[in-house]
């Protein structure tokens, strides 16, 4: 009983989503494209959504683990996917991986409640290359990106994943508030960056180092050069 918006084509499944939100928009509204003319990624990147993907935001209210939420989406679209008879990994923290390209990225925007400085909505965009070709990625993209079809060949219908996204979704919201770490082990199961060299990256500063666990709250345990651990976040 909310209100599902399909669309041929937006700038942004997510600007659609806070416009839900600004307008009183109920738990659990949903915003779903087959092309967005301005997806954004992480830190204002440009993401790309030509037709082929599945691109979708989901409105959740109440009060959601801001620094969790994105891991906790990783899970719950690599089991939609799975349930398609596609396996996944998940590149820390929140890119869904299948061999060495990238075929999902999750971008979560939150809302903070002035007073009391809690987060009070969440709006967490997923984007899942499908059905595009390698010459359908821009030439700067094609060693790094790629889609379900082009990786495994499988020609997934994008409605039944949407909606098999949409029950993982649901099902994740009632794990998390039986239990805030409940899929802790299964982000850990699928996590391929563990036990890999890692280069991590903050301005100007580049550090190499060793990926040795995911601690309880969802950081890397990196190992840098010098045999000193960090745990990243």
Not at 13 to 38: E, F, I, M, P
Request: glycine letters at 10%.
């Amino acid at each position: 009983d909310v209100p599902v918006c399909i669309l041929p084509e937006t700038v942004s499944t997510n600007a659609n989503a806070r416009a839900l939100l600004l307008r009183g928009g109920a738990h659990g509204s949903l915003v779903v494209a087959a092309r967005q003319t301005g997806g954004r990624g992480r830190m204002g990147r440009a993401f790309c959504s030509e037709e082929g993907g599945l691109y979708m935001s989901l409105l959740l209210r109440g009060a959601w683990p801001a620094g969790q939420l994105t891991t906790l989406c990783a899970v719950a679209v690599c089991r939609a996917l799975e349930r398609c008879g596609v396996q996944p990994g998940i590149k820390w923290t929140n890119d869904l991986v299948l061999g060495t390209k990238k075929i999902c990225g999750i971008l979560t925007e939150l809302t903070v409640e002035a007073e009391s400085g809690t987060v009070d909505s969440i709006v967490a965009g997923i984007g899942v290359n499908v059905r595009q070709r390698p010459e359908d990625f821009p030439e700067e993209l094609r060693a790094i990106a790629g889609s379900v079809y082009s990786e495994t060949g499988l020609e997934l219908s994008r409605a039944r994943l949407a909606a098999e996204m949409v029950r993982a979704l649901d099902e994740m919201y009632l794990d998390w508030q039986r239990d805030p770490r409940a899929y802790l082990s299964d982000y850990r199961a699928r996590c391929v960056t563990v036990g890999r060299p890692v280069r991590v990256v903050r301005g100007e500063d580049v550090r190499t180092g060793f990926a040795e666990a995911v601690d309880d709250d969802f950081a890397l345990v990196v190992r840098w050069e010098d045999g000193t651990r960090e745990t990243v976040t």
